[in-house]
Each structure stands twice: as structure tokens, then as C-alpha cells.
């Protein structure tokens, strides 16, 4: 059964940074389409950043774009953000997820694969 396992992410101060990492377990994510989200207790599920790993072409939210930067590692399994200039609202629980086909998007409903979640608290 293809999993996805997140990691890093913990609490910093306003203006920190912080990386959390997503790990495949038993596939590879040439195929795929990347993509963490991020959600508050009342909120809906927010699209911060999207890759696919065969062309290298991300995608950031309106939120995060300039502050936060998506990569994929060269196992192919792995895909990191990196995550600067940190901000209270950037507070959340960080999900990653895969979507069949190459191709990013910011609909749930596209992404078959989900992490377990992993808390990032921005607070001084």
C-alpha cells in the first residue's frame, strides 16, 4: 500500500524557518504530483505548494509564495519545504499528499495518497 510519511516541522519563533519532508514508502514519485497543504481547527485544507519531480515545475500559494520553496530529493522518494520568513498565520497542521499524473492542482479530491499530518507553530 503506497504511503507517504512526514517529517521536521516543531515550533519557531515569527521570522524562523523550519523544513518538513515527505518520504514515499515503496514507490517513487516520478509520476506524480507533490503537494502540501495545510489546515487549521474550523478551516478547510490550503494548498501551499505543489511539484512534479520528472520536469521540476512548482507551484506556491498566493500565502507562502516568495517565503516557502518545494523541492524534490535525487532518490526521487522524497520532497522537501523549506519554509522562511515564518508568520503566525503560517501556524497549521502540514499534510503532504500525491496526486496521480504529473500535474499539480489544489483539489483534495485529485489526491489519492496522504501523509498523517505534522504540526508547525509559529509563536514568540
Known amino acids: 500500500q503506497a504511503q507517504v510519511v512526514e517529517s521536521g516541522g516543531g515550533s519557531v519563533q515569527p521570522g524562523g524557518s523550519l523544513r518538513v519532508s515527505c518520504a514515499a514508502a515503496g514507490f517513487t514519485l516520478d509520476d506524480y504530483a507533490i503537494a502540501w497543504f495545510r489546515q487549521t481547527p474550523g478551516k478547510e485544507r490550503e494548498g501551499v505548494s505543489c511539484i512534479t519531480i520528472y520536469d521540476e515545475t512548482t507551484n506556491y500559494g498566493d500565502s507562502v509564495r516568495g517565503r516557502f520553496t518545494i523541492s524534490g530529493d535525487n532518490d526521487r522518494r522524497t520532497v522537501h519545504l523549506q519554509m522562511n520568513g515564518l508568520k503566525p498565520e503560517d501556524t497549521a497542521v502540514y499534510y503532504c499528499?500525491?496526486?496521480?499524473?504529473?500535474?499539480?492542482?489544489?483539489?483534495?479530491?485529485?489526491?489519492?495518497?496522504w501523509g498523517q499530518g505534522i504540526q508547525v507553530t509559529v509563536s514568540s
Open positions: 499528499a500525491v496526486k496521480p499524473y504529473a500535474r499539480c492542482s489544489w483539489d483534495v479530491r485529485e489526491f489519492l495518497v
